[in-house]
């Protein structure tokens, strides 16, 4: 396991707006600079339920590598590759497929939610049902130990935690396992084996997590053996086979604040967004016409904030000055709608210009962008090549 690794990817479905600014990217620019960040265009991922659309997907990768890269996403930073351009998903995908059990993906809860969401769309494919598995093997093939992800992809990543335990146990069992596990404690010197086999000991006999913890941690501080001996003795402390695909954890991130334009989730299926690439006039067009508390009929009416959807975006948007002058106009009365949407209108206008200033300059050269994500997929594609040639040796796949 990488344990320093994040991955996360988005589908090129569309333009991008402030929601996946505000609810992923802004994430990503932390991130990057913590982690060895993988971030990925998940284009397979783009066919689970727009299969049957015509999606100019060239431009759309294109776009989002764009929006991503104006946003202050750093290539030199952060690995930005496409998904297609590695295979190597597509084939563990495959291989993953052959031994995890049909409940479990029938189980996944976006399946059934996806389903009543998306109803005018054919969604009774293998595809669509597969795709929670796609994601697992996206995750395994890089051994990211942490996956960023809001409340509800947590189920994700347990189902990729089970998906990777289950290949462990079929498949990390080597004939001579225990042997060579027993060989390799010995090349640690007398002091450090001995350790480490009481720290096994303990927590196979009582469940000490806080001895599992340290043996792992014994493991990592090794000079004396190889990579694969520290990792097959990963599996020994715990019982198990040799590790081949970890188990990552779900990083929990905050749930985006970034409200649409009718106060609920800003989404392009509620046809409620403000694109990064949209013009100041249409900015300024699509916020003046946001429903504001029914109650202020005329510019005497007094109105609550809460029941306003303007209200949730000077939360985003505004300083304390400005929320608490704009609580006083709608309650008493003093200003009318129109007026409190400007600060608003002003502030998504300061944030995007710039943004949309660096776009003009990306979209200009779009041998640069070609040039980033060829670099970006044949980085990752190493570390896949060297994943799948261990997952294939542990299957019998290499005649």
Not at 156 to 172: C, D, P, Q
Not at 342 to 356: C, G, H, K, S
Request: charged letters at 25%; glycine letters at 6%; hydrophobic letters at 35%.
């Amino acid at each position: 396991m990488q344990d320093n690794r994040v991955l996360s990817g988005m589908r090129p479905t569309g333009r991008l707006h402030l929601g996946h600014y505000h609810g992923v990217l802004k994430n990503w620019l932390k991130l990057q600079n913590e982690y060895d960040s993988y971030f990925f265009v998940a284009d397979y991922h783009a066919f689970t339920t727009h299969y049957a659309d015509k999606i100019d997907l060239e431009t759309n990768v294109m776009e989002m590598v764009v929006d991503w890269l104006a946003t202050g996403v750093n290539p030199n930073t952060a690995t930005i590759f496409v998904q297609s351009k590695v295979p190597e998903h597509a084939e563990l995908h495959l291989l993953l497929s052959m031994s995890t059990p049909l409940s479990w993906l029938e189980r996944v809860p976006s399946y059934k939610d996806q389903q009543l969401k998306l109803k005018t769309k054919d969604l009774a494919t293998y595809g669509f049902l597969g795709y929670p598995l796609l994601q697992s093997a996206d995750i395994l093939m890089y051994k990211a130990n942490l996956v960023p992800v809001g409340e509800d992809q947590v189920a994700h990543i347990e189902l990729t935690r089970e998906v990777a335990r289950r290949f462990n146990h079929i498949y990390g069992r080597e004939a001579d396992f225990e042997e060579k596990s027993e060989a390799a404690i010995g090349k640690m010197g007398k002091k450090q084996a001995k350790l480490f086999r009481s720290l096994r000991k303990s927590y196979q006999e009582t469940g000490d997590d806080e001895a599992l913890i340290k043996a792992q941690a014994l493991l990592q501080e090794q000079q004396n053996i190889t990579l694969g001996d520290r990792v097959r003795l990963a599996g020994y402390i715990e019982g198990v086979g040799k590790i081949i695909l970890p188990e990552p954890e779900s990083l929990l991130t905050k749930a985006s604040k970034m409200p649409g334009l009718d106060g609920q989730k800003m989404s392009k299926s509620y046809n409620n967004t403000i694109s990064l690439r949209d013009t100041k006039q249409q900015i300024e067009t699509k916020i003046k016409r946001m429903p504001t508390d029914p109650a202020r009929i005329k510019l005497t009416d007094v109105g609550n904030p809460e029941k306003c959807p303007v209200w949730q975006l000077h939360k985003v948007y505004s300083e304390q000055q400005t929320c608490d002058w704009v609580v006083d106009g709608c309650t008493q009365a003093k200003m009318g709608c129109v007026e409190c949407k400007q600060p608003v209108i002003d502030a998504v206008q300061a944030q995007l210009m710039p943004m949309q200033e660096r776009i003009a300059k990306y979209q200009a050269d779009p041998d640069l962008i070609k040039q980033i994500i060829h670099e970006g997929s044949q980085k990752a594609r190493s570390v896949a090549k060297q994943t799948m040639a261990e997952v294939r040796e542990a299957m019998g796949i290499v005649y």
